[in-house]
């Protein structure tokens, strides 16, 4: 049972440049989360898919796009990369509103 | 708007130490509350949970935490800290307000002195 994965876990892009952050969990979970960490600043909501089919924006979602694939993958997309989405973004998922949080393993995301 | 807040940014003990970590929440309607830790390079991963009944609430590795509603509060302790419990701690809280999500608090970081 892998739980949450994340792909890539690491990347390097310029300034400009589009990349996806692919997320899947085998849990059979409703509700999957895109999060970043920066340092002193916690985890910061980017987006949210409380169920298939939907998606809503979270605290952060400028410069950011989602797309909820089906209820197992969630991806986010960044369509003109700056230097300050330079981060460590980490998917998670949770079964419903009485569970907690499963995270993946994190991507570490440097734009140059 | 949804906010945790979280007292410490840093806390440095020594070994057999007594810890306490504030975690304050603004959230409007029924909330669920965490405690979750991130080891060095790690992921986070859940310590503790409270979603109702007894607010004192028991987690893993020896960890506490205690809910009071009238201070919207939900600090977590542990009496005797160890030094593998070096991580960072973030105090989060879920509930539905136009969407169901999780917040985080910025997170305190704990270093134990050996």
């Known amino acids: 049972n892998a739980g949450v994965t994340q792909t890539p876990k690491f990347q390097v892009l310029k300034t400009g440049q589009s990349m996806t952050l692919q997320c899947a969990q085998d849990m059979n979970h409703n509700s999957m989360y895109w999060y970043r960490q920066d340092p002193g600043m916690g985890l910061r909501l980017i987006y949210y898919?409380?169920?298939?089919?939907?998606?809503d924006k979270g605290e952060v979602p400028n410069g950011y796009n989602v797309s909820r694939l089906n209820k197992r993958e969630f991806s986010l997309r960044l369509e003109s990369a700056a230097p300050s989405q330079t981060s460590v973004y980490f998917c998670a998922s949770i079964k419903d509103k009485n569970t907690e949080a499963f995270f993946g393993q994190g991507t570490r995301l440097t734009v140059v | 708007a949804q906010s945790v807040s979280q007292h410490n940014h840093h806390v440095i003990l020594s070994e057999a130490a007594s810890l306490e970590l504030g975690c304050n929440y603004s959230?409007?309607?029924?909330?669920?509350l965490f405690w979750y830790v991130q080891y060095p390079g790690q992921h986070l991963q859940l310590l503790l949970k409270y979603f109702s009944g007894d607010p004192l609430v028991k987690g893993i590795k020896g960890f506490e935490a205690e809910f009071i509603k009238s201070k919207f509060s939900f600090n977590l302790r542990k009496p005797s800290v160890q030094w593998s419990d070096t991580a960072e701690y973030f105090c989060?809280?879920?509930?539905?307000?136009?969407?169901?999500?999780?917040?985080f608090g910025a997170g305190t970081r704990l270093f134990v002195k050996a």
């Open positions: 989060a809280v879920n509930g539905y307000t136009g969407g169901f999500k999780t917040i």
């Open positions: 898919s409380a169920s298939e089919g939907t998606t």
């Open positions: 959230y409007g309607g029924t909330v669920n």
